[in-house]
């Protein structure tokens, strides 16, 4: 197998497939696309909520979500396949305190875009009247929101760079990143050393491992969240529920399937996310499913099920 390449990436994740694909639509073929896991986009792209979604509080985000809205909406013509995209809607739900300072960024956020408007607790419950309104300010809400499949959305890209030439090696470990006289000389992984030009640390939670050996450590502290379903028979479809960020009660949740809700798990007791473990217990999900049922009372008869913690990189 051919061990030397002009760019290798490590992690096949949304991040590393995504780069994999606009270098290959650049024209760009020699590239290697390293996962650990099989099949790519398994780890933490597969835990996100995926949503889609213009408003953030932060406009270097706003700014990258107006510009690539536009592809996830017409996502068969401008990449090809699928990415699961459903357009349910998104809402980001805040109590009073904050009411005021989500209008300002609302209206900043307006400035790139006009999708996004601020309602009033009464006014968001006329469409979603299966939401109690205890404790809400202020919603902002997108109609031309929702939420694509992160994993298929990995696989799409990582699909269309192989048919460009990218080199995908699955069950790819990189142990370590090989170097000489401050100079990158390759990377070590399970299957033996690979050699580049360039290369690009993709890999999310195991990036500053990769680093610490070239004396580098990125300004990241740890996040850790878990991910729970809510299930139950077919009495009522939740197909009309809109994606969610609800800072009240320190969640996410999205549709699954029509009786299947998605959310992300407060994973402590004390209300704070849990950062010493990478596990859920029974507690943590009573607990989860009780905020949600209070804002979402149709989910009282649910049946709750989890996976164990994701972890996500975020900058200081």
């Not at 969240?225 to 077919?234: A, C, P, T």
Request: aromatic content about 12%.
């Amino acid at each position: 197998m051919k061990m030397h390449f002009d760019v290798v990436i490590i992690g096949a994740g949304i991040m590393g497939a995504s780069l994999s694909y606009y270098l290959t639509k650049l024209g760009l073929k020699n590239i290697a696309l390293c996962e650990q896991g099989i099949p790519p986009g398994n780890g933490a792209t597969h835990k996100s909520g995926g949503f889609i979604r213009i408003f953030h509080e932060n406009e270097w985000y706003t700014k990258r979500a107006v510009e690539s809205y536009d592809t996830y909406a017409d996502w068969g013509n401008k990449i090809g396949g699928s990415c699961g995209f459903k357009k349910t809607g998104f809402s980001f739900i805040t109590d009073s305190t904050r009411s005021d300072q989500l209008r300002a960024n609302a209206k900043k956020v307006n400035r790139y875009c006009s999708q996004v408007s601020v309602l009033s607790p009464d006014e968001f419950q006329q469409f979603q009247p299966d939401f109690s309104l205890e404790g809400i300010g202020a919603i902002v809400y997108e109609p031309n929101g929702g939420y694509a499949d992160p994993a298929k959305t990995a696989l799409t890209f990582i699909k269309q760079s192989e048919k460009k030439g990218m080199k995908l090696l699955e069950g790819v470990k990189v142990e370590r990143i090989l170097h000489h006289r401050k100079k990158i000389t390759g990377i070590q992984t399970n299957i033996g050393s690979i050699r580049a030009d360039k290369y690009v640390v993709a890999n999310n939670i195991w990036a500053n491992f990769l680093l610490e050996e070239l004396g580098l450590r990125l300004p990241m502290f740890k996040k850790s969240i878990g991910l729970g379903f809510i299930e139950w028979d077919k009495e009522k479809s939740v197909s009309h529920l809109t994606s969610c960020i609800d800072e009240t009660i320190g969640t996410y949740f999205r549709i699954f399937s029509n009786y299947r809700l998605l959310f992300g798990v407060q994973m402590s007791h004390s209300g704070a996310l849990l950062q010493d473990r990478s596990y859920l217990d029974y507690g943590d999900m009573q607990i989860a499913k009780e905020k949600l049922v209070g804002r979402l009372p149709l989910l009282h008869k649910g049946r709750v099920s989890w996976e164990q913690t994701k972890f996500r990189f975020l900058y200081k």
